[in-house]
């Protein structure tokens, strides 16, 4: 299975995608950010680029339009959002259905949008992680495929926390990945998935821990 990423920033879940091994076929990484550092990162890796600069397009419906050309150039039969910080029309997210995943920095449903980091610290949470989802035209609330947890502890800044859950994002999402090349990702009736012959997560994380007095 081929695969495209897009990616607006620096494009750390881009890269273990691209270290992943076994190895995902990587047929291109767009930005929209002509200054993404992630850009640069698979050039160097000899991936095939190309940058669809949102500002060069008059609304949402036109860069979307552009943006489908450049990755049907690539013919991919997966669209991987890691990092990509533009919200996409209905029209976008249709044409792609059941062929576009993102990586989000929190235990959806919980805190969606921007800031999750920081909104999970103000909200006192004692677990909070990221969630690798199908993209649904509502943001951030697509069928959810696989999730991480991480403790928060109690010197935990925005920058510890999102160090913590970006070290799973990378765990999760090529193995994401790896499942849906792999077919083995259904994506029921009920918009619930199922990942077949996936073993069952052990273990519980209990925050603070127990200590069983
Ligand atoms: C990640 O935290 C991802 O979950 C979010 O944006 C960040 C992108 O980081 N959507 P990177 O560009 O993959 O390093």
């Known amino acids: 299975m081929s695969i495209v990423i897009l990616i607006s920033g620096r494009g750390s879940n881009m890269r273990a995608i691209l270290a992943s091994r076994p190895a995902i076929a990587v047929a291109g990484v767009i930005s929209n950010e002509p200054a993404a550092a992630g850009l640069e990162t698979a ?31 690539f013919g991919p039969e997966l669209v991987v959002l890691a990092g990509f910080m533009r919200v996409l029309t209905a029209r976008f997210v249709e044409r792609y259905r059941g062929r576009l995943v993102n990586i989000h920095p929190s235990l959806l449903p919980a805190f969606p949008g921007l800031g999750t980091h920081r909104r999970a610290l103000a909200a006192g949470v004692r677990i909070h992680g990221c969630t690798v989802h199908f993209v649904t035209p509502e943001l951030d609330s697509g069928p959810i495929i696989a999730q991480a947890a991480v403790p928060v502890t109690a010197s935990d800044t925005e920058e ?39 073993g069952a997560a052990v273990g519980a994380l209990a925050c603070p821990a127990l200590d069983g007095s």
């Open 160 to 198: 510890t926390l999102a160090a913590r859950v970006l070290a799973q994002e990378h765990r999760i999402y090529p193995q994401v990945v790896r499942w849906i090349g792999d077919g083995r990702v259904v994506l029921g009736d009920d918009g619930r998935v199922t990942v077949t012959g996936a």
């Open 43 to 73: 050039r160097a890796l000899g991936i095939a680029t190309a940058v669809v600069d949102h500002r060069g397009h008059a609304g949402r419906e036109a860069f979307d339009a552009a943006l489908a050309r450049e990755i049907d150039a």
